[in-house]
C-alpha cells in the first residue's frame, strides 16, 4: 500500500486537510497548532491574515499543551519559541514578548512545510504566504473557506487534537508504549514500566486520548459500516459509538486469548448500526467485507507516525500479509462461534 494512498483515494477538501495532520513524520508540533489556528479563522472576514493576527492563536494551542509538560520537540538544539511559550505560561515574561517572539520564530518552516505529505506528496493549498502594506502574513484560499463551512468543522478540533497527544506522549517517553482501551471510559492509556517511584506511589497510568478523537480522522467522519456521517462531540443527535468488530462476546466463548480489545479491532459507528435497540451489530458478527474494511482502516493508521501505528504492528504483525491474516484468523474463530450475518439496513454514498 501506498504511503498515501489514504489522500489518493479521496480528494476532498476534508480528506486533504486531515491528511495534513494525520499523515507524515513531524520534527514538531507546529503543524498541529497552526492547523487549529486555521480553523479558528472562520469568524475573520478577511482573505488576508497577517503574521501579528496569527499568532495569538497560533501561540495560545502551543502554550496550551506545554502547560502539560510533553514535549513538542524532537531532536537536538532547543527552540527560540518554545523557550519563550514556557517562560510565559510561568509567567516570567510578558505576554507582549511572548507574541513578538511567536511572530518572528514560530512561522519560519511549519507555512511552507505545512502542506507537505510523505514521499515529496503536497495537499490543496490552504493558504499561501503573502506580504501586504509590509506586514508578512498568508492569504487564505478558497479551499480553506470551504473547510470552514464543512460539516466536519467541529470534529477536525478533536481530531488534531487527539493526534497531537499520541505524538507528544510518544516523545515523551522515548519507548514503545502499550496503548489500551479503557471501555468504561472509553479512553486510551498505557501503563508505565514499574520504576522504584512509580512502584511506591503507584503512578502507572498515563492517560492518553478519548479514543474517538483519534480514530474519527482515519474514518474520514463517517461510520465504519454504513458511511453515514457522524460526530464525536458529546450529547450530539449523529454522536458516534466505540464498537468491536469482532463482538467482545466472542472472547468469552472462545479458548484462545483474541485480544479484541484492542486498537486494531475499534472503531466508530452510528447508533444505528451499533445498538440492538436500533436494529445494530450488538453481538452479531459482521460479514466479512467489512473485516477487509477494518485491514484497510489499519493500514491507514500505521501510515501515521504515532504509537497507534506501532501497537498495530506489535499486535498484528510486521508485514501487511501477516496483519491481514491475524485479522482474517479471528474472524474465522469467530465464525466458528457465531456465524457472519450481520450488515447494515442501508449504506450511503460518499
Not at 195 to 208: A, K
Not at 285 to 294: D, E, H, R, T
Request: aromatic share 12%; charged share 25%; net charge positive.
Amino acid at each position: 500500500m501506498s504511503e498515501v494512498s489514504f489522500f489518493h483515494s479521496d480528494e476532498s477538501i476534508e480528506t486533504n486537510f486531515r491528511s495534513i495532520f494525520l499523515l507524515g513524520a513531524n520534527t514538531a508540533t507546529y503543524k498541529f497548532a497552526l492547523a487549529k489556528s486555521l480553523l479558528e479563522l472562520k469568524e475573520n472576514n478577511k482573505t488576508f491574515v497577517s503574521l501579528d493576527e496569527l499568532s495569538p492563536f497560533f501561540s495560545k494551542h502551543l502554550v496550551e499543551h506545554i502547560k502539560q509538560n510533553k514535549k513538542q520537540l524532537v531532536g537536538k538544539g532547543t527552540s527560540k519559541l518554545l523557550n519563550a511559550l514556557y517562560l510565559y505560561s510561568q509567567e516570567q515574561i510578558s505576554e507582549d514578548l511572548m507574541l513578538n517572539v511567536t511572530k518572528n520564530e514560530g512561522f519560519k518552516i511549519v507555512l511552507d512545510a505545512f502542506h507537505n505529505l510523505p514521499k515529496r506528496q503536497r495537499s490543496i493549498s490552504f493558504f499561501e504566504k503573502a506580504v501586504q502594506d509590509k506586514k508578512k502574513g498568508i492569504i487564505l484560499t478558497d479551499s480553506l473557506f470551504q473547510l470552514l463551512d464543512s460539516s466536519d468543522y467541529e470534529n477536525f478540533f478533536n481530531e488534531i487534537e487527539g493526534r497531537w497527544n499520541l505524538v507528544e506522549s510518544a516523545w515523551s517517553e522515548n519507548h514503545l508504549i502499550n496503548v489500551q482501551y479503557d471501555t468504561n471510559t472509553e479512553q486510551l492509556y498505557y501503563l508505565k514500566p514499574v520504576s522504584n517511584n512509580s512502584f511506591l506511589h503507584s503512578h502507572l497510568r498515563t492517560n492518553l486520548t478519548p479514543v474517538r478523537k483519534p480514530l474519527n480522522g482515519y474514518q474520514k467522519g463517517k461510520c465504519f459500516y454504513c458511511n453515514k456521517s457522524i460526530s464525536i462531540e458529546s450529547n450530539k443527535k449523529n454522536t458516534c459509538d466505540v464498537d468491536h468488530v469482532i463482538p467482545m462476546s466472542i472472547q468469552y466463548a472462545s479458548k484462545y486469548d483474541l485480544q479484541l480489545n484492542e486498537v486494531w479491532n475499534l472503531v466508530l459507528a452510528c447508533q444505528e448500526c451499533n445498538r440492538w435497540e436500533q436494529g445494530g451489530k450488538a453481538g452479531n458478527v459482521p460479514l466479512k467485507k467489512y473485516i477487509l474494511a477494518l485491514n484497510k482502516r489499519n493500514e491507514w493508521l500505521i501510515e501515521s507516525n504515532h504509537p497507534l501505528k506501532e501497537n498495530i504492528i506489535f499486535k498484528t504483525g510486521k508485514t501487511s500479509e501477516k496483519r491481514i491474516d491475524y485479522l482474517l484468523k479471528r474472524f474465522e474463530i469467530a465464525c466458528d462461534i457465531r456465524k457472519e450475518s450481520w450488515s447494515p439496513k442501508y449504506t450511503y454514498k460518499d
